[in-house]
């Protein structure tokens, strides 16, 4: 049974940098079949894409984060993490990991989901 | 970036009655390589993480209910309900992977009337 856990800091102040975790089992992120991905979603809005990454070391991230997000994967702990800089109110939201077919793109395993708070 | 747009934002449906949800891609998500669409829906429940229900466009998930359908093709998809169950109230996603970004639509909420 894959399973994915999410782990992060939960509260944050405007312009410190975000680092969540995702801890996978289940599955081994050095799979050559899977990206491993993050998701963000707003309290009561909807699913916004942040990014992915490959076991080769290959990232992907969405153009409207693209200047402030980092993805990297710990082979070592089958986690894979997502760094992004200079948070704001705007980045309050629940962060989702997730894994996906690389030759089909759609989601079948998410984590729980981490709420992350951005205030001052 | 493909925009998917989806109708109605929400809808409430009596127990036992057909629900429809429709999703618009501004282009389409039609491969040609492998004649597949790269449309997926997933339902979400208060709290929980979304569920992948179906994915290329019509093919039904293990163990989701087959009261779930998927049809459509390029840019104009369905999801179809056959006969709402209590469980089934929660907020539905289309999502596109036919190239990055990925993107999602805005979710139809299905409740019962």
């Known amino acids: 049974q894959v399973q994915l856990q999410e782990s992060g800091p939960g509260l944050m102040k405007p312009s410190q940098t975000l680092s969540l975790t995702c801890t996978v089992s289940g599955d081994s992120v050095t799979s050559g079949s899977y990206y491993w991905n993050w998701i963000r979603q707003p309290a009561g809005k909807g699913l916004e894409w942040i990014g992915r990454i490959y076991i080769s070391g290959y990232t992907n991230y969405n153009p409207s984060l693209r200047s402030r997000v980092t993805m990297s994967v710990d082979t070592s702990k089958n986690q894979f993490s997502l760094t992004l800089t200079s948070v704001t109110a705007a980045d309050t939201a629940i962060y989702y990991c997730?894994?996906?077919?690389?030759?089909?793109?759609?989601?079948?395993?998410w984590g729980q989901g981490a709420l992350v708070t951005v205030s001052s | 970036d493909i925009v998917m747009t989806q109708s109605p934002d929400s809808l409430a449906v009596s127990l036992g009655e057909r629900a429809t949800i429709n999703c618009k891609s501004s282009q389409s998500v039609l491969s040609t390589s492998n004649n597949k669409n790269f449309l997926t829906w997933y339902q979400q429940k208060p709290g929980q993480p979304p569920k992948l229900l179906i994915s290329?466009?019509?093919t039904r998930e293990s163990g989701v209910p087959d009261r779930f359908s998927g049809s459509g093709s390029g840019t104009d998809f369905t999801l179809t309900i056959s006969s709402l169950q209590a469980e089934d109230v929660a907020v539905y996603y289309c999502q596109q992977s036919y190239n990055t970004p990925r993107t999602f639509g805005q979710g139809t909420r299905v409740e019962i009337k």
């Open positions: 290329w466009a019509s």
């Open positions: 997730a894994r996906d077919l690389a030759a089909a793109g759609h989601f079948d395993y």
